[in-house]
């Protein structure tokens, strides 16, 4: 009998000190409930400012020059003139052309003419290295810059391809 009377005062027990718990009074959103906390507390606050000392905050405020004390100019300026050198001695660049045609000298020659006829604002050029001629189109300093006649140039030519070349600066 003592056994019982001892697990009943625990049960007992138990039940009286759980429902001395606090509640937690926070509700989720999974339970319908909006969550809501006050973080004001944890916000920074501004600094206060004397309206005195801002006459008219629309107007800009002239500042002093001041000379920066690590600069690169001289050196920079150095390096700067000799590539501006260099690019004026330049000749040629490093661009792109649309080659039309490539083979024997005849069928160049009607491709030639078939693209004068089909598209007259391209000036075609027919180059010829022992023993192929090429027909090829424009000079264009990027391969997106050549894209738009190239699509044109492919309904007439399906074979047509961008090829890397020289272009003459001068």
């Known amino acids: 009998m003592r056994f019982y009377s001892s697990s009943v005062y625990g049960i007992i027990l138990t039940i009286f000190l759980a429902g001395c718990a606090a509640q937690k009074s926070t509700t989720s959103s999974t339970q319908g409930g909006k969550y809501t906390e006050d973080l004001s507390v944890w916000r920074p606050k501004p600094e206060e400012t004397d309206l005195k000392t801002i006459e008219n905050p629309d107007e800009p405020r002239a500042t002093a020059y001041v000379e920066p004390k690590h600069t690169v100019n001289a050196r920079l300026d150095n390096v700067l003139d000799s590539i501006d ?85 001068h």
């Open 85 to 169: 050198r260099i690019n004026l001695n330049r000749k040629v660049i490093d661009g792109f052309s649309i080659q039309v045609y490539s083979g024997r000298r005849e069928e160049a020659l009607n491709a030639k003419k078939t693209l004068a006829t089909a598209m007259p604002e391209l000036d075609a050029e027919i180059y010829f290295t022992e023993p192929i001629f090429r027909v090829k189109v424009g000079k264009y300093y990027s391969r997106m810059e050549a894209q738009p006649d190239y699509i044109m140039i492919r309904k007439y030519f399906p074979a047509a391809i961008i090829v890397p070349e020289r272009i003459s600066l």
